[in-house]
């Protein structure tokens, strides 16, 4: 199965998949990683592993959709059974989204539906929260709001900063993307009704 991975910046969730393809646990391989920003640190990551790197910048284009449906060409052409959001850091268009029904995903920093959107260990900390986490779950046109398929918690110490909570959650999502990959590139996880759907046991 091939995955197209999308970044904006540091890569670490790219790094892990490369990782856990290279040590023969994810039994998958990256057609293309795609940036939206040129200075993005994950196109050195994809560059070093030999994975074809694409920036397409936003700001070579009129408006969000214009973009959208050149970054939906370009993934076309690598026919992946996955695209992974991996700190990609733009909203998607609904037509996007709908194009790649079911087989888009994305790693957000919460535990949804808590802090949708940014700066979420910030109001975790303000919020006064004793545990945090991070979610994988499917894209749907509503923002931060698809199906989520697993959650992974970590706790909130007194005196946190958000670099320090951030640091913490950021450990288990590089354990758990390239885990659930698995189970999509494997056909055993889908979403079937706006639902997800592990081995046909909703989650
Ligand atoms: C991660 O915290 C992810 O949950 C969020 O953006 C960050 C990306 O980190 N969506 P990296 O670029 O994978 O290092």
């Known amino acids: 199965p091939t995955l197209c991975v999308l970044i904006s910046g ?3 969730n ?3 998949i490369i990782d856990r393809i290279n040590d023969g646990t994810l039994h998958a391989r990256i057609g293309c990683v795609i940036s939206n920003r040129p200075d993005a640190y994950g196109l050195e990551r994809a560059k070093e592993a ?3 790197a694409h920036c397409l910048d936003h700001h070579d284009y009129a408006d969000r959709e214009s973009y ?3 970054l939906a060409r370009l993934i076309s052409q690598y026919d992946p059974q996955c695209v992974v959001l991996a700190g990609f850091m733009r909203i998607l268009t609904a037509d996007f989204v709908n194009s790649l029904r079911g087989k888009l995903v994305n790693i957000h920093p919460s535990l949804l539906p808590k802090y ?3 700066n979420t260990h910030q109001r975790a900390i303000d919020n006064g929260d004793k545990e945090h986490g991070v979610s994988v779950h499917f894209v749907t046109p509503e923002l931060d709001g698809g199906p989520v398929i697993i959650q992974s918690k970590v706790p909130v110490f007194e005196g946190d900063t958000a670099e320090e909570l951030a640091s913490r959650v950021q450990e ?3 354990q758990l993307y390239p885990y659930v990959l698995n189970w999509i590139c494997s056909g055993r996880l889908a979403m079937k009704e706006n639902k997800a759907v592990l081995d046909d046991e909703e989650l």
Do not use: P, T, Y
Request: charged share 35%; no cysteine.
């Open 14 to 16: 790219l790094q892990a």
């Open 50 to 52: 030999g994975i074809e």
């Open 68 to 70: 959208d449906e050149a």
């Open 172 to 174: 288990q999502e590089r």
């Open 116 to 118: 949708k959107g940014l």
């Open 10 to 12: 540091n890569g670490s």
